[in-house]
Nanobody
């Protein structure tokens, strides 16, 4: 499966952005999808993930209550709605696909190219 992440940009603190991950290739609805982020000089970290059915979302504690992950298997798309953004959310955001939900990057076999989110005034 091929993944394409988009939607990043510059946003002020307290603002919102929605990232999208569009898939093509193998049957997208069979895969769980995760979002990860990597800030400069930091390791890639888990942000959120959603099961293949879309019924079970998972969130890192740092984004719980601010970010919402959702998916549309007809459109082969997973979105990450990000609200109340802070400078600490600044990073390159990646979407990834795996056979089931994991919170560690190494478990994901398929990766998108990343989209930069910058939170700054």
């Amino acid at each position: 499966v091929q993944l394409q992440a988009s939607g990043g940009g510059l946003v002020q603190p307290g603002g919102s952005l929605t990232l999208s991950c569009v898939a093509s290739g193998r049957t997208f609805s069979r895969f769980a999808v995760g979002w990860f982020r990597q800030a400069p000089e930091k390791e890639r970290e888990f942000v959120a993930a959603i099961s293949w059915s879309g019924r079970i979302p998972y969130y890192a504690d740092s984004v719980k209550g601010r970010f919402t992950i959702s998916r549309n298997n007809i459109m082969n798309m997973v979105n990450l709605q990000m609200n109340s953004l802070t400078p600490e959310d600044t990073a390159v955001y990646y979407c990834a696909a795996a056979n089931e939900v994991f919170t560690t990057p190494r478990e994901y076999a398929y990766w998108g190219q990343g989209t930069l989110v910058t939170v700054s005034s």
